[in-house]
């Protein structure tokens, strides 16, 4: 199985920062990445595809980045509905698997 | 607009089966372009693909489960099913079922929608 890892486990930012979310595979995936986003209660929300394909209906202060092993998910200016709970996945081969989240919270 | 939903029961007793239906809505099960999939997530935990299945029957599961995972489609109501046998209190989760894309020509897939999910507590 790919391992996935995120960093960091969580975080703490302020309205209007930049935001960055790293995710490591224990193997190349290519750009077979996808991050996902859910609030407490909820679904996980598709927000990023194939590494850098933002999803249709999703801000563009969302991006994503990175091949290989190393992965980012980048969010430029902050705004308080970006709480949650952030996951990347691979689908570059199966059994699929998730990295372990990133809770993003809001000063 | 595509929307799942998943039922069943939400209450399993140890060793017993797990059963849960996706009910599908917007789209046919029976596309091609598509395949059907479920995932859990534990309380307080990350998320555990289960696996898929195609229009055609035809699944793929992950090892972890293989030996007591049964998914199963039903294209004339349009839901598909999911069944867990000899389950334990590790399998307490919330169970999500959600539409896999793939994108055929250069092979990218990912999940999306997902339905609500639904809480299933395996206890005696």
Known sequence: ?107 | QLQLRESGSGLVKPSQTLSLTCAVSGVSVSSGAYSWSWIRQPPGKGLEWIGYIYQSGSTNYNPSLRSRVTISVDRSTNQFSLKLNSVTAADTAVYYCARRIDMATIGYKWFDPWGQGILVTVSS
Request: aromatic share 12%; charged share 15%; glycine share 8%.
């Open chain 1, 1 to 107: 199985d790919i391992l996935m890892t995120q960093s960091p486990p969580s975080l703490s930012a302020s309205v209007g920062d930049r935001v960055t979310i790293t995710c490591r595979t224990s193997q190349s995936i290519s750009s077979y990445l996808n991050w996902y986003q859910q609030k407490p209660g909820k679904a996980p929300k598709l927000l990023i595809y194939a590494e850098s394909t933002l999803q249709s209906g999703v801000p563009s202060r969302f991006s994503g980045s990175g091949s290989g092993t190393d992965f980012t998910l980048t969010i430029t200016s902050l705004q308080p509905e970006d709480f949650g709970t952030y996951y990347c996945q691979q689908s570059y081969n199966t059994p699929y698997t998730f990295g372990q989240g990133t809770k993003l919270e809001i000063k």
